[in-house]
Structures are given as C-alpha cells and as structure tokens.
C-alpha cells in the first residue's frame, strides 16, 4: 500500500519522543532486553500500521486501537527496568495528544482510561500492596491532567478547523465577487447581473434592484426571479421597509416577512411567498441611489453569510452601475452624429449587416442634399449645419420605429427600409425628399437586396442609382437595376 507522506510528516514527532524515551531509559537503569527489545517491536509494528493502514477511514472504535496498543508498548518498556523509577510514564501522554489531535470526544474518553490502567495496573499485577497509594496518585494526576489537556486541544483543533472553515468558505465567496465583478465590466445589462449574482451568491430565490428617481420615489430596474416592472414605492403613503432602508441607508433584514407590518407580500409573488427578505441600500458616495431586495423561500442557513454577500454586491453594484451607464452613454456617442442625433457611419453599417445576416428582406436608399455646397457659400455653414438637423429631424418623423435614418456622410444620408418592396420603397423615398425642409430639393437612389447579395453591394447599387438621378437633373429618385 502507498505511504502517506502527509500523515509520515504528523507522526514524525511523535516517534521522535518515543525514540527518546527509548533512547534514554538504559541509562543509569537495569534493564531486562527481552522485554525491551518487544516493546520496540510493538511500538515499531504500531508506527507501521499507523502509516500503512488507512486508519483515518476505520470506524471510530477501531481508529483508538494503535494509540491503546502504544500503552501496552510502554507498559512493557516500564517493565523491562526493575528500578522504582524509570522516567518513561510521561511516554503515556503521547497517544493522548495524538487522538486529542486526530480523534473524537469518546476515543479520548476510552484513552484517558487506558492511561489510567496504564498506571494502576503495576499496583495490582505486579507489585501487590508495596506502594498501591502512590500508584493511585500518580493514575488520578495523570488522568485528569490527560483529560484537561486532551480536551483542551481537542477544543482548540476544532476551533481552528472551524475558523479555517469558514475562512475557506469567505476566500471562496470573495473569489466568486471578484469573478462577478469582472463579469459585469462592460456589459450592458449589468443591472441583471446584479440581481442574477445575489440569486446565485446567497442562494435566494429572487433579486430585485429598485432604483432612487428624480421624484423621490423607488422604481423597479432589474429583477431575476421574478419579474414586477410596475413595483414602485413612494416616500409618501404606507411606509415600507424597501423606502426605509432607501432614506435610513441601512440594511434591514426580515426574517417573518407574513408578519412584518411594512411588507405586502403581494407585491413581490402572488403564489410563493418569502420566508426573508434582505433590504440593502446601494450607496455612491454618502447618498443612497437604490435598494437590493433578495428573498429567500427558506431562511437561510447562514443567515449571517448569505446577508454579507448581498452587502458586498450591493457595495458594488454602485460602481458597476456607474460604470455601465457611463458606457452606454460612450457607446450611444460613438455611435450617434453629434450635429442630427441620428445614427452615423458606424452604427449604419452595423445595422445593415445584421439586416444581412438575419437575411430579412430590406430596401436601402441614399439620399443627397441637391447644391449643398453652394447652400452653404450662399448662407453660411451655420445655416448649412441648421438644414441638416432640420432635414434629418423631417425624414425621420415620415419613418417608422422599425426603419433606421443615418447620417451617411458630409450632406449624405442612409435609409434602411424593413419589408418593403420596391415599389414601396420608392414611394417612402418620394415622401422623404417631398418632406425636405427650407425649399431645398435632394436626390435619392433605391436598391432592394438581391438573394445572398452583400451589404457591400447593395449600397454599391444604391448608390450608383443615387449618382444616375444626380446626373439626370437632380431632385429625383430612381431605382437600381437588379445586379448592377
């Protein structure tokens, strides 16, 4: 069988005290060898069995049965020396610190009393009725001082496996944050995380995040578990433990939520209805922004525990909040024309390639401001910049929500047409260009997508269609031909 390097290294220190109490026994002692030389043995084939036998899977009762042998090799190493005192009875409280280390409270028990024999027995078997009172002496010192200690460590071993324990478990829910924090940089729905990542980190059945509105009131942002987008609460009227925790910025915890006069249970499931709910106020600085709701069907175990981690991410759903509209708002800039508000270039071809890709059935059309430039020699860039908001705002009101207007460059713009013939789409275009503000007039070219053609080439043949009505006299829109 392998050896246990593990258990060589625990047990090394007690056969260094055994060595020695070997070692200096025949010193200044007689010794009788025979009887020495088989409590080595013994105390040797002990040493083996403990490193080979797979002790720590036995039984209990089965697991003392080395330490009370090791008494038995002691008692024999006692006896090998006929002198009085032989200075090896301390060798007694090795196996008790070793089960007091590595055992239960009844394998102690059983040892305290084989120390105890371990000292009686000579008093009874061997030296008759010489000195039974110093024997006595010696088993009832030596036992109490073998259950203080052994106990005493006992305590001690599990106060420390307890404390690791529970270090592990902490090491292991930081870990799990700092995970989750990672996760939510950059995403956009960070605020579902949030509240997937209290469900999941404090084993709740459900999460909500209510956010501070300008009016005072608290509104449902996000949830996971359940989904109440009406849920409101406000300063004024019943008071709630959501609204308290809000402008108290102190986390309140309910463990009898059915009996807690601020919470109508209605309001978070109609059918399942919590057994505790945590409110945790989300600060920014030293105001409250929100409150991270977390309900839980049962109790939980660890109260304290799981109420901790809901503190932890709602300390950190400030910043990660912070940090996703600030995102947002960077992506929409990047992706928005700062002179009309609409989409540009960027967000233009990002649209019509997912057009593509889904392969839905699209018509796009380029128009172009007819005499832009000479618009602007004529009034100035200030006007120039003013017909492109104003063209951009009158396209769009002729648009539908499912049609996208961008600004494609310079005095360019872009549409993407869902579902449309061309026919139709021809007419839309037509309606833009009628709709063109300050008397001006522009051209247009359409083009609807071929089967597996690129967006490439479609606003290719857009395009070039656009550059047709151009040289046909402007103010017109013409159609591309298929393929071109």
Known sequence: MALDRRLAREIAPFGLATVLGFAVLPIGNRIDWNRYLLASALALAIACMALVVPWR??????????????????????????DAVTGVGALALVPVFWVALHGGRRQLLVLIVGVCAFFLAPAFLAHGTEYPLGSWRVAVVFGAVSAIVGMAVQDLVARVRSDAEALAVREHDLEAMVDLS???????????????AACELSDAYFALLLEGQGDGTLAWAAGAGLSVPALTFAPEGAPSCAM???????GLFVSDPA?????????????????????????????????????????PADARRATGLVRLLAAEAAFVIERADLL??????????????????????????KAIDDDEPVCVAILDLDRFKAYNDDHGHQAGDRLLKEAAAAWRAQLRPSDTLARYGG????????????????????????ATPRGQSCSAGVARRE?????????????RALYDAKRAGRDRSLIADPGA
Do not use: M
Request: hydrophobic share 45%; with cysteine.
């Open 57 to 82: 899977r036995l039984p209990g009762a089965l697991r003392v049965i080395p330490s009370l042998l090791f008494l038995v090799a002691v008692a024999l190493l006692r006896d090998a020396s006929p």
């Open 182 to 196: 990672r996760s939510f940089s950059g995403s956009p729905d960070a605020r579902e995380q949030i509240c997937a």
């Open 244 to 250: 308290t925790a809000y402008t108290s910025r102190t």
């Open 259 to 299: 009996r807690h006069p601020q919470i109508d249970l209605r309001a978070f499931d109609a059918d399942d209805k919590p057994a505790a709910i945590l409110f945790e106020p989300i600060h920014r600085g030293a105001d409250a922004v929100g409150v991270l709701v977390a309900g839980w069907r049962h109790p």
């Open 328 to 353: 947002g708002r960077l992506t929409e800039i990047a992706l928005t024309d700062s002179l009309t508000g609409l989409p540009n270039r960027r967000a233009w071809d990002a649209c019509v390639e």
């Open 411 to 434: 005095e360019e713009f872009a549409v993407l047409l869902h579902g449309h013939d061309l026919r139709a789409a021809h007419l839309v275009v037509d309606r833009l260009r009628a």
């Open 451 to 463: 089967d597996g053609e690129s967006a490439t080439a479609l606003l290719r043949r857009a395009d």
